[in-house]
């Protein structure tokens, strides 16, 4: 049997495995430090399209496209898609996967979403409620400036602690057996950890990392407590997109609640750009940030057995340009999913 | 064992309770037909607060909140909570349920979000991941012209095709056992179908009835064909919003391929006002609008043992301000529930 475990997590009966991934990213996450990892990327950010929204559908179409293409599957053997991104009404999600046809469940979960698309996904499959199911998740670093701060063409300055928003898209196909035509899966997922909504209160959209570390924080402690285990047990804890700001902020408040994740910690918004040379300030951000991480550098390294085990835990800032304009605070979400390596 | 059936279907081995529900909603709404037998309405629209999407989050918090007062339960007696709504990057609900502290799982697919809810809580019960969970969605007339079409002081004329976003918000507490202190569940959920994206181009949005209706002949046509039932195998087949003109065609282009429901059919958006006296045109529309009906109209008419079996079906437009004002189309998707009487 599945198992609820303690208030927020779930141990999966039997793993449900990631078959295949893809990742396709911009120029500048071409040019970062993984850039060679990646499956695929644009010659520009506009991926042959006429606005900045469906260059980024047109990112996660590709990303799904690829995803079956290498794992040898069709779109009809799909049960379920889940996806999202960050734009208002998740259009770069309705116009970048409509063409495959597959039943969609729509998540927004901010940055968050790639953790809640996975977790959702892995139980659909482990529930016996499908058999194979595509998560994929995209940003776009103009459209996310455009639907969150201020048009490029403002030209404005960033302070040094906001993230830059990834311009990518992953997408990873899970399904319940080991293996598919096109070999053995790249990892398993084991179990996972959902989060609930953390407000510390704070208002700055330019530092979203500090938004996020308390949910990061409040949803690993709820992992340590449910599972019973430690930092110690984890290869790498993988945050999605706190930045260098966050993550000092995450190291410290687990620190007061008990736990030293400081030599486990890694954040996909630090691994994907070079801070020195690439002019991102914190980090990376967005719902692509993690997922083409996890595809294209965390599932290598499961794969190759250079890690065994990892906690993946995307975070999410939820606010949108109305909230942010009327006041309010912008609060934190983070979802964790165990992967490990297939033995 | 839980059965994926054909396509898009899922049936479950054990049904999932619908425990118990609420609805709270907006004045027009407790003017009209269905006024007296909501939980509880505003007194005005505001709700005590200052901005309407303010407003919005304090219907989804009080649904949430009666519900579970109502089934006689606390926040922590809840494993997980699906919720969603309109806004861009959902943020009703972001600042709507946080207070509860239940993990979130954040869902959009435009006004058909309810049955997304629904089926997602559902198959976690059923999946052996959760004992009881929450769906909520809201909407909120104001807020919603404002993010999709024209803020209200601009006072523009409605077309006779257009929808009344409904303000409004219903929630639900699914549990696998029949039973809970507040006595005997309201209904029981037994499968559904997944909806994918129809897009048949067009572009009105404000004739979104004719948008989302081929979605919804997609999904019931697959929902026959997967389950081998028919029209007459429910009391009632209920859309979400689909309103006078989305009826109509949804009725013909099923009566092409072969399934007469003009018997059946019912459309929660029709249902909510009076279209004679409350100048709503085509009828209600928004996350809420079969949320509440569904609560207060439809869940009563099968504990009451009117109804026996129904498809319960929320279609959602899948559009933006910025996918609109951009010149792309308006897709549709529709997610089934099927919920019957608890014998």
């Excluded at 998540?107 to 659909?124: I, P, V």
């Excluded at 990392?209 to 407590?225: K, Y």
Aim: hydrophobic residues 40%.
């Amino acid at each position: 049997m599945n198992r609820k475990l303690g208030r927020a997590s779930i141990k999966l009966e039997r793993p449900v495995y990631i078959l295949n991934s893809a990742s396709v990213v911009g120029t500048k996450e071409n040019e970062g430090p993984l850039g060679l990892l990646f499956d695929k990327a644009g010659k520009d950010d506009m991926f042959g399209c006429k606005t900045w929204e469906e260059a980024e559908s047109t990112l996660q179409k590709e990303a799904v496209g690829l995803a079956l293409d290498k794992a040898g599957l069709a779109p009809e053997d799909i049960s379920f898609l889940f996806a999202g991104d960050l734009l208002g009404q998740s259009i770069a999600t309705s116009f970048g996967v409509s063409a495959y046809g597959i039943p969609l469940l729509g998540m927004y979960g901010a940055c968050s979403t790639c953790g809640e698309a996975l977790a959702l996904g892995a139980m659909s499959i482990a529930g016996g409620f499908a058999d194979k199911v595509v998560c994929t998740t995209s940003s776009h670093f103009a459209s996310a400036e455009k639907e969150f701060r201020f048009p490029l063409d403002y030209g404005n300055q960033r302070p040094l602690s906001a993230c830059w928003t990834v311009t990518g898209s992953g997408a990873f196909v899970l399904g319940q057996d080991m293996f598919c035509s096109s070999g053995k899966a790249r990892a398993q997922i084991t179990g996972m950890t959902l989060g609930k909504i953390v407000d510390y209160g704070l208002k700055d959209s330019m530092n979203m990392g500090a938004c996020m570390a308390p949910a990061a924080a409040s949803t690993l402690e709820q992992h340590f407590t449910d599972f019973a285990d430690k930092p110690e047990d984890f290869d790498k804890i993988i945050t999605g997109d706190l930045g260098k700001v966050g993550q000092r902020v995450l190291i410290d408040l687990l620190r007061e609640r008990g736990f030293d994740i400081s030599e486990q910690h890694m954040d996909c918004g630090m691994e994907i750009y070079d801070g020195q040379t690439q002019d991102t300030h914190a980090g990376g951000s967005g719902c692509g940030c993690s997922a083409v991480t996890l595809s294209a550098f965390i599932l290598k390294q499961l794969q190759e057995g250079s890690w065994k085990k990892v906690l993946f835990m995307p975070t999410g800032a939820l606010l949108s340009k109305t909230s942010f304009n009327e006041g309010m605070s912008v609060p934190g979400i983070a979802h964790a999913v165990v992967i490990e390596a297939v033995s």
